[in-house]
């Protein structure tokens, strides 16, 4: 770990035009009954609203009740992306724990203690938490898979067309961590940065948990809703390309690359696996080959 970040947790927040639910959001960090050393980092991504106002108000009310608040942005005329903003924000931060928070939505008072805890125990995952959606009816079956999903469903499920079984709002993990495995895809618009990091997080060995309590007011916004099938797949086809070639180095054989995913997961992975340098890894990368049969990009697996 880089020795000059010190055991504080950093909120990162990406903000851009999100003048609506600014306040709400940073009041839920202030709230925070976390009883170390937390402080915010904001970066600003070509706001045209009043986010910029809404984020010097809450510095001054943040840092008087002892939350250290660091505002980083940029003059260009449109937004770099939410990959950027938040590769921006940890950079500029000085914690060894992130905890990655979206600017229209809100955190319960609990939700950096209880995710804290748990990346203690977990260094080298993902923390996740159950969701409270707003609107209550909205998503209703999505919201029931982030929440229902049992322990060992959160890598087993992880390549649906859902995409990451913890959601990137809810993310928390140590900075080494993130450091290993990123940064962020800063593609721009249209990139699903999140499930590219969880896919690479995944392939290095990364564990999944969830803190299994309602942590986060997650806000649905149709014009920000998470990237459709065809704009994630536009991004796989060269990912799985390379995934290719690391399965090609295990101990699988042709049959078992061209065996859909329904015959694979009835059959003994540990037997597929067993003999390769490493076995998680090997294990992770048959899941991997889901991801086709589940965003129906190519059928009966002819693309290896």
Request: glycine share 6%.
């Amino acid at each position: 770990m880089d020795t000059r970040h010190t055991d504080t947790q950093s909120v990162i927040l990406p903000v851009h035009d999100a003048e609506p639910w600014l306040d709400e959001c940073l009041r839920s960090v202030l709230q925070q009954d976390f009883q170390g050393s937390m402080e915010l980092s904001v970066f600003n991504d070509a706001s045209r609203d009043k986010s910029m106002t809404i984020i010097e108000k809450w510095k001054v009310k943040l840092e008087g009740s002892g939350i250290p608040v660091v505002v980083g942005g940029h003059s260009w005329p449109s937004p770099r992306g939410v990959g950027y903003s938040k590769n921006q924000a940890i950079a500029q931060s000085s914690g060894s724990y992130l905890c990655f928070l979206d600017s229209d939505d809100v955190m319960m008072p609990q939700r950096v203690r209880l995710q804290h805890e748990a990346a203690v125990r977990h260094p080298t995952s993902i923390i996740g938490c159950q969701v409270r959606r707003e609107p209550p009816n909205s998503t209703e079956r999505y919201t029931r898979w982030i929440n229902q999903l049992a322990s060992d469903q959160l890598l087993t499920q992880v390549f649906t067309s859902h995409g990451p079984t913890v959601v990137m709002p809810t993310w928390f993990c140590s900075r080494a961590w993130f450091s290993h495995v990123g940064p962020f895809d800063e593609g721009g618009r249209g990139v699903p940065e999140d499930l590219l990091f969880f896919y690479d997080h995944l392939r290095r060995g990364g564990g999944v948990v969830r803190v299994d309590q309602s942590l986060l007011l997650y806000r649905f916004r149709p014009d920000a809703a998470t990237h459709a099938v065809l704009e994630v797949s536009k991004y796989m086809k060269p990912k799985l390309t390379e995934i290719k070639g690391e399965i090609e180095k295990s101990t699988m054989t042709v049959e078992d690359l061209n065996t859909p995913i329904s015959v694979i997961d009835r059959r003994n992975r540990w037997e597929i696996c067993k003999d390769a340098e490493d076995t998680n890894s090997c294990i992770n990368l048959l899941d991997l080959i889901d991801v086709y049969g589940t965003l129906h990009l190519d059928a009966e697996y002819a693309f290896f």
